[in-house]
């Protein structure tokens, strides 16, 4: 009580200064729009461990893959150096194929002709025992990772805590497997090990009533991403698991553009080193594992290549994906992760919590869950040496080339990092909250039901208003005629965003500056489905027939299919070398604000660290006060800098901190409107 009487008094005694209003744009970027920086190089490696040494030398400025512990260790010594932490929205796993068979035969082996061990929950069980998580964390990781045993992040309101778990042990594993009726054979296992509880002396057989009972299992099909030291490494010591236990592994190690066709097309695999980039809300356990998202054509990418087919499990996922309401949501979401977890569809391993970095004299916006990699971080990161914070070359390292730079057909992360810097969408995501949603292209929105005659209920309804100030990179005004042909067109194409656009009805666009979407279903989360399409410029597509190709059209770049609304212009791209970028300053935000470029006001990262703008007010006001001054955070010490609320960076959070707030009181980074249920005026 004590405490609070005294934070009360210097809340008091603070506001009662005069307030200084800041200007959202100082001298140097009155009247610039667009990023901070003028250019961004995008480098190509090989791996992390190439484009680290990329990085150790000075060659790029900041990283887009998690740094491994030595680094971590020694960048934090490092003054030239930023060390950016972050907790990641994402998971890496070992896939298991759940079909009753594998598409081809090969090698001699019948994988097509007889039933797969891995259709067998039994054998699925056992892989999980078999899985070294807490190994893969300490040794590979250095304790940045927290381990996963359903695909929902553990700090997430929609996790399930009350999950079978599977104990690391072999000697668990080889239980399961008896259990299967996976016996042990007469053939001598060469990977015996009698110092091993669980580890089989002979070969482990097919169970009865398979077509080849009692003969030896044939080798399970195991891919481990060779460009992926870690998940290599996992791949390597779960078959050595394996090979005890009495199971043959054929162990093939590839980089991903192998994996990506044999795994996510042809689905010719048993196990996979996977990992997934993992969006905010859940609807991923119906996109990545409902038995529709199964794709049985071996040419084309299948979302569920894990070819999971369980209808108690797609019971839930399709609560998770059309339910009305958070509590319908939740309850599917709990219940899918519950069957998920019983009946082992896959493993899933572990998710960082580590970190990146970027190199000084760069300032970076490290966004919660995706970290510097983010695309609003190349909307906000600046050189600190600049005297006004405008301009230079951003130098960004890739683990890996990009497979594509198609915005229908493009699967991999680092196609994205590319394709999210030139297309907008209507709603963004506040970098700092990612629940809160931001007018983007749309200005606002309301969300409403409307009668359905073709399935004879209330569905969806959306209607967005449209910003009037847009162009397309090649100077052509961006109208709702776009966002409708956006979403037909991803909807005719069958690619990545399909999911998004998958139970669209109709569209109408009642004027230039609106659009209303019906929806053939209701569901809690339709607005980000919609919001979250990348749009597409209509009077380029729609004179591309077919859009596969490395750009959409085209086996080559075609520059104009890169034409977008968003904060960066494509300019070029070479084969494993680079792609380059440039700003586009005719983008429709003005410049960033960011007071540490004058130390004598607050550091805030044009207000995102502060509670008002998690909201979605995005001006320094009383409630910012607040976050500093309550007593969870007032008195808090550490190394200077590591809370937020430390803007002086002396390593406590106390008065001077409070003043720095009082001298931007008032600051802004223009946010013109907000979401409501009215049209803006």
């Known amino acids: 009580m004590k405490k609070l009487l005294v934070l009360a008094a210097i809340l008091i005694a603070v506001m009662a200064l005069p307030m200084v209003f800041v200007p959202a744009a ?16 995008i480098s190509f490696y090989k791996d992390p461990t190439f484009e680290f040494a990329a990085f150790d030398a000075g060659d790029i400025d900041v990283v887009d893959w998690p740094l491994t512990p030595d680094l971590i260790e020694e960048y934090e010594e490092d003054p030239n150096v930023v060390v950016d932490y972050f907790k990641e929205m994402g998971m890496f796993e070992f896939d298991i194929n759940n079909n009753l068979t594998l598409p081809f035969n090969e090698g001699g082996y019948p994988y097509h002709d007889v039933p797969s061990p891995t259709s067998y929950v039994e054998f699925r069980q056992a892989i999980a025992h078999a899985s070294p998580k807490e190994r893969i964390i300490t040794e590979l990781l250095g304790g940045y990772g927290i381990a996963l045993d359903v695909p929902v992040m553990p700090w997430l309101v929609w996790y399930n805590p009350d999950i079978v778990k599977y104990e690391y042990s072999l000697e668990k594993a080889a239980q ?255 970098p700092m909250n990612i629940a809160v949603d931001m007018p983007w292209l749309a200005t606002s929105w309301k969300v409403e039901t409307w009668f359905n005659p073709d399935v004879g209920e209330d569905c969806s309804k959306l209607t967005f208003y449209l910003r009037d100030d847009v162009k397309w990179h090649d100077g052509t005004p961006f109208t709702s005629a776009d966002v409708a042909f956006s979403i037909q067109y991803t909807k005719d194409n069958v690619g990545w965003n399909y999911p998004l656009v998958a139970d669209v009805h109709h569209v109408e666009t009642p004027n230039d500056h609106e659009v209303v979407v019906y929806m053939n279903v209701i569901s809690y989360f339709a607005l980000h489905w919609i919001g979250g399409l990348p749009i597409i410029p209509k009077h380029i597509y729609e004179n591309i027939e077919d859009p596969h190709g490395f750009t959409p059209g085209s086996e080559g770049v075609n520059p104009d299919t890169l034409i977008g609304t968003g904060p960066w212009k494509f300019v070029s791209y070479t084969t494993g070398v680079s792609a380059v970028l440039t700003a586009n300053r005719d983008w429709f935000m003005p410049v960033v604000p960011n007071l540490d ?85």
């Open 176 to 430: 399961k497997l008896d259990e299967g009726g996976f016996l042990q054979g007469s053939t001598p296992n060469p990977y015996y090990d009698p110092e091993t509880p669980g580890s089989a002396q002979y070969i482990r057989t097919f169970p009865e009533g398979h077509e080849l009972a009692g003969e030896d299992l044939y080798p399970i099909i195991l891919y481990a991403r060779s460009d992926d030291p870690v998940r290599d490494q996992a791949g390597i010591w779960l078959a050595e698991n394996l090979r005890k236990l009495g199971i043959p592994v054929d162990l093939r190690e590839k980089p991903s553009e192998v994996t990506f066709f044999e795994v996510m097309c042809k689905g010719q695999f048993h196990i996979y080193t996977g990992g997934w980039s993992l969006g905010r809300d859940p609807d991923h356990l119906y996109d990545l594992y409902h038995s529709s998202m199964y794709n049985p054509d071996t040419e084309e990418f299948s979302w569920n290549y894990d070819a999971i087919n369980d209808p108690e499990y797609d019971y839930y996922a399709e609560m998770v994906k059309y339910g009305a309401t958070k509590d319908e949501v939740m309850t599917g979401c709990l219940e899918a992760q519950r069957v998920f977890a019983e009946k082992c569809f896959m493993v899933p391993l572990w998710t960082t919590s580590g970190a990146m970095a970027h190199r000084v004299p760069w300032h970076a916006l490290n966004v919660e869950s995706y970290s510097v990699r983010d695309t609003w971080n190349f909307i906000a990161m600046y050189n600190e040496s600049d005297p006004d914070g405008i301009g230079g070359t951003i130098r960004w390292g890739f683990s890996s080339d990009v497979h594509q730079l198609n915005v229908i057909y493009s699967q991999w992360v680092w196609d994205w990092q590319i394709l999210g810097l030139i297309f907008d969408g209507l709603l963004a995501a506040n």
């Open 597 to 681: 470029l004058y130390p004598d006001e607050i550091k805030y990262d044009w207000g995102i660290f502060l509670a008002n703008c998690k909201d979605g007010d995005w001006t320094v006001n009383v409630l910012d006060l607040l976050v500093i001054a309550s007593p969870s955070v007032y008195g808090t010490t550490g190394k200077p800098g590591w809370v937020k609320a430390d803007l002086v960076k002396d390593g406590v959070i106390n008065v001077l901190d409070l003043l720095k707030v009082s001298g931007a009181y008032g600051a802004s980074w223009p946010m013109p409107y907000g979401p409501s249920s009215d049209p803006p005026k």
């Open 26 to 41: 100082r001298a140097g970027t009155e009247g610039v729009y667009g990023p901070r920086a003028d250019n961004l190089l």
